[in-house]
């Protein structure tokens, strides 16, 4: 079997592939993966964690984009059936699908050293399947990371951050270096844990109006409430919610974006500006 096999990295898919047996040592050890876990690795490359996985668990199946890469891992693993290559867009791919099955009754568990130019929207991506899932673990640039954990009035907080707190816990476990990528990037890592929550702390009686609010909210950030948020809401409004409208956006916490877009989808007034 040949690992790190001959491949250029391809810039377009935003190629940096784990290298160092350490992190990957870590990686095991904070996955903790079991023999019958369903784990889906996205973005495999090379192969130097999938075959770590491999040795403990049944059966993988990895996402990966670059067909070079798909061929050779199918050419590594055919001998074993062990492996399940699909060579697709993980933006594009519909995680129901892996639990079609009557069978297939164990959540599934999402690991990845994801690529720096999709990071973001691919945890968006996964999030709205976040019932199907057990954990997600992810190697991230540790900006992303620090803004996944960011609490309001802080420099990284925004919508990612509201989003991801919405539906999961999350954990940065450690940082990862430079070095230990072909080729280097030029940031430092930070491997994540997300855990969905069995019980949504602040559930939103509308999502696609509790994730317009948001993204509304912080598509102008440097505006007021009031300002950013004038489509909804007037000054009763914000008078009834007890929130001030000079404030800016990034002041406000899960369950206050959660209480505003719930009185939205409760207010008769404003029910013809719900996103469907």
Known sequence: MRLNFPHHPRKRFGQNFLRDPQVIHHIIDAIHPEKEDRIIEIGPGQGIL???????????????IDRDLAVQLNLNYAHTHQLTVHTNDVLQVDFNAFIAEPKNTRKLRVIGNLPYNISTPLIFHLLSFSPLLLDMHFMLQKEVADRLVAAPNQKQYGRLSIMAQY???IEPLFLVPPNAFYPSPKVQSTFVRLIPHQSIPHPALNHSL???VTRTAFNQRRKTLGNALKIYLNIEDFAALKITPTLRPETLSVADFVRISNYIHGHPKLSSLEST
Request: hydrophobic residues 40%; aromatic residues 10%; glycine residues 0%.
């Open 167 to 169: 539906y999961c816990h």
């Open 210 to 212: 509790f994730q317009e």
């Open 50 to 64: 999938t075959k770590s996985l491999l040795e403990v668990v049944d059966h993988l199946e990895v996402i990966e």
